[in-house]
């Protein structure tokens, strides 16, 4: 059975210049998904979930929250909120879109690098695709992945990788 957590909790604004809005995760919590080796959890707030990282500083741990985020669950800095930590079981520690899963499963190649590919990165890609509203553009957006991942032998340049999205959302590959 997966580990999960609840607290109480308050959103915080600090000086970070990248993520200034955090959910403190108290230490005691987060060194209990340390040592049952959890990297990635599901964070829920209100009925919101999302896949994240518990991420350390020097002393304490936190988990970046982003405006959009902060905006669908109306919250202030400073507002008490309670938080549901779940450990995720997901393959890359993120959903993975079914146009992706299909366009990799089509192409074998295209799924060796894929899979060969950072944590990360992997789930960089299945954001991108996962992103879109519609199915026909995953599709579009899978199956650029696809085609850059083989042209380029398995190496990511998202500078390229967006100029092939850009070629097969106008029809012309």
């Not at 499963?105 to 799924?111: I, M, S």
């Amino acid at each position: 059975m997966a580990l999960q957590i609840a607290y109480a909790t308050e959103l915080i604004s600090s000086d970070h210049v990248l993520w200034p809005n955090q959910l403190p995760v108290p230490n005691h919590i987060a060194e209990e998904f340390r040592k049952a080796n959890i990297a990635r959890v599901k964070c829920q707030v209100k009925t919101i979930e999302w896949q994240c990282s518990i991420i350390k500083e020097v002393d304490f741990y936190y988990i970046m929250l982003n405006q959009q985020r902060i905006k669908s669950f109306c919250l202030s800095p400073g507002e008490p909120v309670e938080v549901i930590l779940t450990e995720d079981t997901t393959q890359y520690g993120a959903d993975m879109p079914t146009t992706l899963i299909s366009e990799l499963e089509l192409n074998t190649e295209a799924k060796t690098f894929f899979e060969a590919l950072t944590p990360g990165k992997i789930r960089t890609l299945i954001h991108l695709v996962a992103k879109v509203k519609s199915i026909d553009g995953q599709q579009k957006k899978a199956r650029a992945i696809v085609h850059h991942l083989i042209e380029w032998n398995g190496k990511l340049d998202f500078k390229a990788l967006n100029e092939t999205i850009k070629l097969y959302n106008k029809g012309l590959l």
